[in-house]
């Protein structure tokens, strides 16, 4: 019998960056929608959950190294978000497509996870979140 490939192996270097990249900004994006010194605490252990709960091959996708701190102002920080969203998934959907759907979700609930965190979710943050599912659905 033999054994296939684990999906982080099968992609580089730099595509583990960017599906790592894009899962962790989405998170951030929505922290900044509504931004507050002692909610970013909250937000953070909030945004770990949905990874806590994801199976081993998508915790693998999403943790170890940094990510990608993108530059510039809001608009642009929130386009290349958006930008690494979809190539995550594109990479995803080519080198480990059984890990697409269960990669989107883990991603969407973290950023869901992190607007409830410090109180109701604002609609600031409920937009960031719709923009979020749009990168995610390509």
């Known amino acids: ?39 970013t605490f909250k937000e953070s252990f909030a945004a770990s959950k949905a990874v806590k709960g994801a199976s081993p091959e998508v915790q693998k996708l999403v943790t170890g190294g940094l990510p990608e701190m993108p530059s510039g102002g809001m608009e642009q920080v929130n386009a290349r978000t958006f930008e690494l969203l979809t190539q995550a998934v594109g990479i995803l959907k080519e080198k480990a497509p ?38 995610l659905a390509g």
């Open 1 to 39: 019998m033999t054994e296939t490939p684990q999906p982080t192996t099968a992609l580089s270097e730099d595509e583990q960056k960017t599906v790592r990249s894009a899962a962790l900004r989405a998170g951030a994006l929505v922290a900044q929608a509504e931004p507050g010194f002692f909610d």
């Open 98 to 135: 059984q890990l697409v759907e269960e990669y989107k979700q883990v991603v969407l609930q973290s950023a869901k996870d992190v607007a409830a965190a410090a109180d109701d979710t604002s609609q600031k943050e409920t937009a960031a979140i719709g923009e979020i599912e749009r990168a």
